[in-house]
Each structure stands twice: as C-alpha cells, then as structure tokens.
C-alpha cells in the first residue's frame, strides 16, 4: 500500500511522493526554448565565418537541451548481492547519467575559460573598476570548479558497483552514496516516502516552478546508523535517506517490499535467495 500524497499546495513538504508533478513540463520547455536560442544564434555565428563562437553556442545548446533529461526512467529488477556486507536483496538505483555528466563538464569548462580570459583582460585595463571584475570573475571560476566536481561525483559514481538499497536478513546497507550507511533492521522503525520543496530563502512564496525532490528514509533509532546522511539537509530528515526519483525498480514496490520485511522478521532469513526476487515480483505484478 502507498502512502498518499501531501498536496503540494502552499506546502514545502509533506508525506508521500510526487514523481511526476507537472511543473517538470515547465523545466522541458524553457531548456528546449534556451537550446534553440542558443542553436539559431551558433548557426549564425558560423554563417558569419566565426566558427570557434558558433561551435562553442552549438556545444551550450545541447548542454542546456539535456538538462530536463538527466533522469532515467528505465525499470531495473532487484538483484541477489553477494559482497563484503554479506549476502542479501539488492534494490538498485540509477547511476548518474552520461549526458548530465557532459553537461556538467561542459558548464564547468565554460565557467572556468570564461572568467580566465576575462581576468586577464581585467588585469591589463587599467581603466574601469578592476576590483569588482576580479571579484566576479573569482566567483565564476569557482561555479565552474565547483561544476566540475559535480561531473567527477558523476565519474565515480557510474564507476562504483552494485548501487542501490541492500537487505540483508541481519540489517541494511544504503549504498547510495561515497560512503554506505548501515544499520540494523532491529534498530528501523518504519519506512518514510516524502517530498520537498526548494527555494531560496527570500523566495516567501511556493510557486509552481519550485523544484520538487522525493526521498526515500528509513526511521532508525537515533545513534543506530553508521555512515553519514549527506542528503539529509536537503530532506530535511537526520534518518538515513535517498533520492527516491534514482530508485530504479518500481518505487512504490519497493516501500511495500522494505516494509514486508521490517513487519515479518522471520520471513528476512530469504533475503539474498531467489524466494525474495519472486516476493518482489509479486509486488509489482498488475492488479486484476
């Protein structure tokens, strides 16, 4: 059984996921309208015989086109783990994708030129407030670095093996992020889909363009879990949690699979076998 949605209006939070709110149309559009811009004007530039600028707004414009795209909506099954954690279930989660990676390097190496170039034209004007295009330039400088360091997350996160939620009978590995949170099933109390809102602090009013994020968490007793929840500013949550829109098998089927498992403790002694795989399949399996 799923929970049901919190309404998101005029709300930051709540219980329940909103997977597919409709604001993401608003994201798709203004990326596709910003892409073509940017396209018609790298079209022009090489018409005009400027070919390094219109490469250059050619390769922004696929950047930018991307964005909305970064998420993959392919359905991948559980899968029986054998590793250092022990023997059990893994629910996995999708990797960064390669073309948010791209997009990542390529507005990193832009921010990072950019500003470079500007510096040294800065240095050498000796009219003009060079004070302040050197602060500016700093700033965009370290966007960029700060850019590229998303991109090497990126890398190493598609590098690293067997991501996802793992279930052992003894208790549960979130290895979701660099560093794996663990605990006990003795120490869970329940498992907790729910969402947020984001928006700037002098932003006073929820608008229909606020991103949405969804999370996954699990209500452990506080002092049970080892690792660090590097989400949970962004949950707004101290219980171990994870993205939940990079769950990659059915989301909702894996709340109910988390929750079977934490309800019937004798029934854990089948994670890590083919009778778990099955279980989750039932779950999934459309309702007559």
Same mark, same amino acid.
């Given at each position: ?35 073509? =811009? #940017?396209?018609?004007? *790298?079209?022009?530039?090489? $018409? ?6 219109? /490469? !250059? +707004? &050619?390769? %922004? ?60 034209? =800065? #240095?050498?004007?000796? *009219?003009?407030?060079?004070? $302040? ?6 700033? /965009? !400088? +370290? &966007?960029? %670095? ?78 049970? /879990? ?63």
């Amino acid at each position: 059984m799923t929970d049901t949605p919190t309404p998101l209006t005029f709300r930051d939070s709540g219980a329940g996921w909103h997977l597919k709110p409709r604001r993401r149309f608003l994201l798709i559009g203004a990326a596709t309208v910003a892409g073509a =811009v #940017l396209a018609l004007a *790298g079209l022009r530039a090489l $018409l005009l015989g400027k070919v390094a600028a219109g /490469v !250059l +707004l &050619l390769v %922004l414009a696929a950047a930018v086109a991307v964005i909305p795209f970064g998420d993959s909506r392919r359905r991948l099954p559980p899968a029986t783990y054998d590793g250092p954690e022990g023997r059990g279930t893994l629910l996995p989660i999708h990797a960064v994708r390669v073309v948010s990676i791209l997009a990542l390097l390529v507005f990193g190496l832009l921010l990072v030129v950019a500003p470079a170039l500007a510096l040294r034209e =800065v #240095l050498h004007d000796r *009219g003009g407030d060079r004070v $302040l295009g050197l602060v500016i330039s700093v700033f /965009v !400088l +370290l &966007l960029g %670095l700060l850019l590229l360091v998303g991109a090497y997350g990126g890398v190493r996160s598609r590098m690293t093996p067997s991501k996802g939620i793992l279930l052992t009978p003894t208790r549960v590995v979130l290895r979701t992020q660099t560093e794996p949170m663990v605990f006990g099933w003795e120490a869970v109390r329940g498992v907790w889909p729910h969402w947020t809102r984001q928006r700037a602090v002098t932003d006073l009013i929820p608008s229909p363009d606020d991103p949405i994020h969804n999370w996954l968490s699990f209500e452990v007793t506080p002092g049970a /879990v080892q690792g660090v929840n590097a989400l949970g500013r962004m949950a707004r949550t101290e219980d171990p949690t994870l993205d939940a829109e990079k769950i990659a098998s059915d989301p909702h089927a894996v709340v109910a699979f988390c929750r079977f498992y934490l309800a019937e403790p004798e029934a854990r002694a089948e994670l890590g076998t083919p009778a778990a795989l099955a279980r989750f399949r039932d779950l999934v399996a459309p309702v007559r």
